[in-house]
């Protein structure tokens, strides 16, 4: 099964993922419009240099001696040039020169206007009648170093930003959750037989719908269970007292009765008669196992109660004595209700009695880790049969009319009630057949819970 996944998580990551995102095609944006708003910059910036220049150029041209014999213009000190200017005529030759260009970049002829080349940007602009031009060169690494800056200017307060969105939308999405999360940990902490309505303040208007469903849903559930098991247990108290009734008064029949065929109906009756008072019996154990209030506050010692369960058990299946071990005299502690530990271990033992194999002990052994186990030899329970013994009036194939291994059949309750309270107390019962270390019987398992 997929575990499932965090909302606090998946919001923390997905509104931080989104802002990260958002941000990047922001800066994408910001750096397109950056990128034109640099070009138009630095194109005004070569053609206002550009025409600055060339009135200063013609002059010079002009008042010179010999205007057609080139010239360069000296470096007054080292620096890196970023502009590179060129003064010809209209043939081409060169008139006047910045002291780094380099004529290569430039067509044979000059040209005005703007263009671009591989690694430069060019502007050209004319005078005197055009005959005399000026053509001003940039490079286009400039320009793109430029347009880098502006957008690593808007990209590393990212790096900052995406710690700070995250811990900023978690702790955001952990204070709206917070009370989503208190009734989380109030689901959490219930037991499995706690179905009271579930209490919890100020949710989310999306989730207060689900928690009054859950709570309407509770309650029928508690209301169908306390029907069920009031049911259960009130016909089983009410049968007493008329079975007990009637039990006697075949009994008295029976001693009154001359021996025949009516001696032998009177027996029938009797046997009948005692069914049905243990079934009411188990009856009562089920409501009580169903019931709740299986675990008590404080840990006591089992091992006095278990001593007395299988004693009874001797008395009750004519002095076949179960084997008892436990661990010398160390207690063991556990939270289990005594009577829900009497009634497990009777209904453990009942079952072992009934179908385990007359002539092998019935073990039961309880471990200082609390692990209760009861076990009884006999043939081997498939694996089909085996995993449907703990439902209700359950019995192994051949015990509906006669026996199981030789021993008559049960009411098919003692497993069921085992399961209940089991559950009821937050363990399990675990079945296994063949029993442990042997090749053939039952075994019957029970984690007993431990404080804490």
């Known amino acids: 099964m997929k575990s499932s996944s965090s909302l606090q998580r998946r919001l923390g990551l997905g509104l931080t993922l989104g802002v990260t995102l958002l941000w990047l095609v922001a800066t994408l944006a910001s750096g397109l419009v950056v990128r034109n708003e640099l070009d138009e910059a630095f194109d005004s910036a070569l053609e206002e240099t550009a025409q600055r220049i060339l009135p200063l150029a013609v002059t010079e041209i002009v008042n010179r001696e010999e205007p057609l014999l080139p010239q360069?213009?000296?470096?007054?000190?080292?620096?890196?040039?970023?502009?590179?200017?060129?003064?010809r005529d209209a043939d081409g030759n060169v008139l006047l020169q910045s002291h780094d260009v380099d004529p290569a970049l430039f067509d044979a002829r000059p040209r005005t206007g703007f263009r671009t080349l591989d690694h430069h940007r060019l502007y050209g602009e004319s005078a005197v009648s055009d005959t005399i031009f000026i053509e001003v060169a940039e490079p286009l690494a400039h320009r793109r170093n430029a347009t880098w800056d502006a957008v690593m200017a808007l990209l590393l307060p990212l790096l900052?930003?995406?710690?700070?969105?995250?811990?900023?939308?978690?702790l955001l999405v952990r204070f709206s959750l917070q009370s989503v999360?208190?009734?989380?940990?109030?689901?959490?902490a219930r037991g499995a037989g706690d179905l009271s309505p579930v209490t919890a303040a100020r949710l989310p208007a999306e989730i207060e719908p689900v928690a009054q469903a859950v709570n309407q849903l509770?309650?029928?559930?508690?209301?169908?269970?306390?029907?069920?098991?009031?049911?259960?247990?009130?016909?089983?108290?009410?049968?007493?007292?008329?079975?007990?009734?009637a039990l006697a008064q075949v009994q008295r029949l029976r001693r009154e009765t001359p021996g025949g065929p009516l001696q032998q109906r009177a027996d029938q009756i009797e046997s009948a008669l005692r069914r049905l008072v243990r079934l009411s019996e188990k009856l009562m154990q089920l409501a009580k196992a169903e019931g709740g209030a299986l675990v008590s506050a404080e840990p006591h010692d089992v091992v006095p109660v278990l001593r007395h369960v299988v004693e009874e058990c001797r008395r009750a299946f004519d002095g076949?004595?179960?084997?008892?071990s436990v661990p010398g005299q160390t207690p063991v502690f556990t939270t289990l209700d005594v009577d829900a530990f009497a009634i497990l271990v009777r209904n453990l033992l009942e079952n072992a009695l009934?179908?385990?194999?007359?002539?092998?002990?019935?073990?039961?052994?309880?471990?200082?880790?609390?692990?209760?186990?009861?076990s009884n030899g006999g043939?081997?329970?498939?694996?089909?049969?085996?995993?449907?013994?703990?439902?209700?009036?359950?019995?192994?194939?051949?015990?509906h009319s006669a026996t199981h291994?030789?021993?008559?059949?049960?009411?098919?309750?003692?497993?069921?009630i085992v399961e209940a309270i089991a559950r009821g107390a937050g363990t399990s019962l675990t079945l296994h057949s063949p029993a442990s270390n042997r090749q053939d019987g039952f075994e019957a398992m029970v984690q007993l819970p431990q404080q804490g």
């Open 405 to 416: 291994s030789g021993i008559k059949a049960g009411s098919g309750l003692g497993l069921a």
């Open 354 to 374: 009934k179908y385990g194999d007359e002539q092998q002990p019935v073990r039961v052994c309880l471990s200082q880790t609390g692990v209760l186990r009861v």
């Open 320 to 324: 076949r004595t179960p084997e008892l």
């Open 218 to 245: 509770m309650e029928r559930l508690r209301r169908a269970l306390e029907s069920e098991r009031s049911f259960t247990a009130n016909s089983a108290h009410e049968l007493r007292t008329p079975l007990a009734a």
């Open 379 to 399: 043939p081997v329970v498939p694996e089909a049969v085996l995993a449907g013994l703990t439902a209700r009036f359950s019995r192994a194939p051949g015990t």
């Open 160 to 170: 900052l930003l995406i710690p700070v969105s995250l811990l900023g939308i978690w």
């Open 72 to 87: 360069q213009i000296a470096m007054l000190r080292p620096h890196t040039e970023l502009l590179s200017y060129l003064v």
């Open 181 to 188: 999360l208190a009734y989380k940990g109030a689901i959490e």
